[in-house]
């Protein structure tokens, strides 16, 4: 096949789906090949959109299947990989590690091998800030330069994955760029992560369950800057570069959850402090300045209007929220909170 086609693993996913909706509406010329495992975290809800045929394929998979992987670049003629499947819940990592270090490092390691077989032109390998361990209050932010310290059992994967990422990169002179985003929130995210279950737990009356102090400071960025990003890296960025790709908006998690309080009409009664998880980093931030003159990034969702539009969206789309809430998330949260995300 010569017509340029993108294979986008993960794609059924929170980040994932927003990106392959995103090369549909903009990139008609670009063939799009959509690879998923649908585990917990992917749904088929989140692709709904999308329709097969010349320009789309959905397939579903198991990145760590070499054997699979290979028969599938060849028969799809893959050019560009935009590579987002990852185990991503710090929670999970902490309770169990074993899938992250097979689906983020072994499986990332299959597809950086079957990319160099089949020559693809491309590889971005989407990553995160959280490789870079933790910032005090007055610390600079992260730039590309900043050291990787990982400090959960998700972060070190991942930091594996970027280092085999760029190693291919060096070694083997496959033409690869590594982005790292800040925390992500949009449609569409699964509701484990803070604001989407903060946002239906207020909606339903229930407890808002809050690590420690809630001070935690995150860098936010709305998933449509965040595909934005990844876009114009896939077609600006150096091979063998990284680049962060953040929202320039430091919010503490208790700011956070006030927010969705007022916004969905409730009190701050609803706010439940519970016990901190381990070695719960303090305050990330980055510094995007070399995506901004180099691939001409910057954010453009101002948060307050972003987070607005979410709640918003969840309030609206209930069937969806009921969909994706399976008995591997309702087991997850219970173990995780216990009674607390779900009592009133």
Same mark, same amino acid.
């Given at each position: 096949?010569?017509?340029?086609?993108?294979?986008?693993?993960?794609?059924?996913?929170?980040?994932?789906?927003?990106? !392959?909706?995103? %090369?549909? $509406?903009?990139?008609?010329?670009?063939?799009?090949? =959509?690879?998923? #495992? &649908? *585990?917990?975290?992917?749904?088929?809800?989140?692709?709904?959109?999308?329709?097969?045929?010349?320009?789309?394929?959905?397939?579903?998979?198991?990145?760590?299947?070499?054997?699979?992987?290979?028969?599938?670049?060849?028969?799809?003629?893959?050019?560009?990989?935009?590579?987002?499947?990852?185990?991503?819940?710090?929670?999970?990592?902490?309770?169990?590690?074993?899938?992250?270090?097979?689906?983020?490092?072994?499986?990332?390691?299959?597809?950086?091998?079957?990319?160099? !077989?089949?020559? %693809?032109? $491309?590889?971005?390998?989407?990553?995160?800030?959280? =490789?870079?361990? #933790? &910032? *005090?209050?007055?610390?600079?932010?992260?730039?590309?330069?900043?050291?990787?310290?990982?400090?959960?059992?998700?972060?070190?994967?991942?930091?594996?994955?970027?280092?085999?990422?760029?190693?291919?990169?060096?070694?083997?002179?496959?033409?690869?760029?590594?982005?790292?985003?800040?925390?992500?929130?949009?449609?569409?995210?699964?509701?484990?992560?803070?604001?989407?279950?903060?946002?239906?737990?207020?909606?339903?009356?229930?407890?808002?369950?809050?690590?420690?102090?809630?001070?935690? %400071?995150?860098?936010?960025?709305?998933?449509?800057?965040?595909?934005?990003?990844?876009? &114009?890296?896939?077609?600006?960025?150096?091979?063998?570069?990284?680049?962060?790709?953040?929202?320039?908006?430091?919010?503490?998690?208790?700011?956070?959850?006030?927010?969705?309080?007022?916004?969905?009409?409730?009190?701050?009664?609803?706010?439940?402090?519970?016990?901190?998880?381990?070695?719960?980093?303090?305050?990330?931030?980055?510094?995007?300045?070399?995506?901004?003159?180099?691939?001409?990034?910057?954010?453009?969702?101002?948060?307050?209007?972003?987070?607005?539009?979410?709640?918003?969206?969840?309030?609206?789309?209930?069937?969806?929220?009921?969909?994706?809430?399976?008995?591997?998330?309702?087991?997850?949260?219970?173990?995780?909170?216990?009674?607390?995300?779900?009592?009133?």
């Amino acid at each position: 096949m010569s017509k340029t086609t993108y294979l986008l693993t993960g794609g059924a996913g929170f980040i994932g789906s927003a990106l !392959a909706l995103r %090369v549909a $509406r903009t990139r008609p010329e670009v063939r799009l090949v =959509v690879l998923d #495992a &649908l *585990t917990y975290a992917g749904h088929l809800e989140n692709l709904a959109e999308m329709r097969e045929g010349p320009s789309y394929r959905f397939v579903r998979g198991d990145i760590c299947d070499r054997e699979f992987i290979d028969a599938l670049f060849k028969e799809e003629g893959i050019t560009q990989v935009l590579h987002l499947a990852a185990e991503s819940h710090v929670d999970r990592s902490i309770l169990g590690a074993e899938a992250f270090v097979r689906t983020n490092v072994l499986g990332t390691q299959a597809l950086l091998d079957a990319s160099r !077989a089949a020559q %693809v032109q $491309r590889f971005v390998h989407v990553s995160t800030d959280e =490789v870079y361990g #933790a &910032l *005090t209050p007055t610390d600079p932010p992260f730039t590309e330069a900043t050291p990787l310290d990982p400090t959960s059992p998700y972060a070190a994967s991942k930091a594996s994955s970027d280092l085999l990422a760029l190693a291919a990169a060096k070694t083997h002179h496959l033409d690869v760029v590594v982005t790292r985003c800040s925390n992500n929130y949009g449609p569409r995210q699964l509701p484990e992560k803070l604001i989407p279950l903060m946002t239906l737990n207020a909606l339903e009356g229930k407890k808002l369950p809050v690590y420690g102090d809630g001070q935690q %400071v995150r860098d936010w960025i709305h998933v449509e800057d965040h595909a934005r990003g990844i876009l &114009l890296a896939l077609d600006r960025g150096q091979s063998g570069r990284v680049y962060n790709l953040g929202g320039e908006c430091e919010k503490p998690n208790l700011w956070i959850v006030s927010q969705i309080l007022a916004a969905t009409g409730r009190g701050p009664d609803l706010i439940e402090h519970v016990k901190d998880r381990p070695a719960h980093d303090r305050r990330y931030a980055m510094g995007i300045e070399r995506a901004r003159s180099e691939l001409g990034f910057s954010p453009e969702v101002p948060f307050e209007q972003g987070l607005r539009e979410t709640v918003e969206w969840y309030r609206t789309h209930r069937d969806w929220c009921d969909a994706v809430r399976t008995e591997n998330y309702k087991s997850h949260i219970d173990r995780w909170y216990g009674q607390t995300a779900r009592s009133a």
